[in-house]
């Protein structure tokens, strides 16, 4: 109930989910006939882990991205975006981190067929380390520095 001087006032709003967790769960070959028949369903040629996706994270649409991987290729992904750095709000900040590493590679292919290399001391062949870092310009594009 409401005076004569007062007004009510009903306000909805309607909040999102802010973290979001995804599982990765990807075969590491080419596709799923490949792994299948020629691999011979062989689940140590399978990528698992998590990804965990933060959206907001100070209350200004800050985005931190993880993901951390095992199984064939191992892997770990970090990433994190603020949209706005001036009063402007035309120019951004974004920073990401990438490693992977495989310790079987494909060499070639014979008869249809990928030919894989590993070596004998199962050592890592291929080690994938990339720091990023660029300003979003908005409507522009990103200008990214090594």
């Known amino acids: 109930?409401?005076?004569e001087d007062e007004?009510?006032?009903v306000i909805t709003v309607k909040e999102r989910?802010?973290?979001l967790p995804s599982i990765i769960f990807q075969l590491a070959d080419r596709n799923f006939a490949e792994w299948w028949t020629n691999q011979g369903r062989d689940f140590s040629r399978v990528n698992f882990g998590m990804r965990l996706s933060h959206n907001n994270v100070a209350g200004r649409n800050e985005k931190l991205k993880f993901a951390g991987q095992l199984g064939f290729t191992k892997a770990l992904d970090i990433q994190y975006s603020k949209p706005?750095?001036?009063k402007n709000q035309k120019h951004g900040l974004a920073a990401q981190f990438t490693f992977y590493n495989n310790k079987t590679l494909a060499i070639k292919s014979e008869n249809n067929r990928?030919?894989?290399y590993t070596s004998p001391e199962e050592n890592v062949l291929r080690k994938i380390l990339l720091p990023q870092s660029g300003i979003p310009i908005e409507g522009v594009f990103t200008i990214s520095i090594l």
Request: overall charge negative.
């Open 17 to 19: 989910w802010y973290i």
């Open 114 to 116: 990928q030919v894989f």
């Open 7 to 9: 007004a009510e006032v």
């Open 84 to 86: 706005y750095i001036d």
């Open 1 to 3: 109930m409401t005076g």
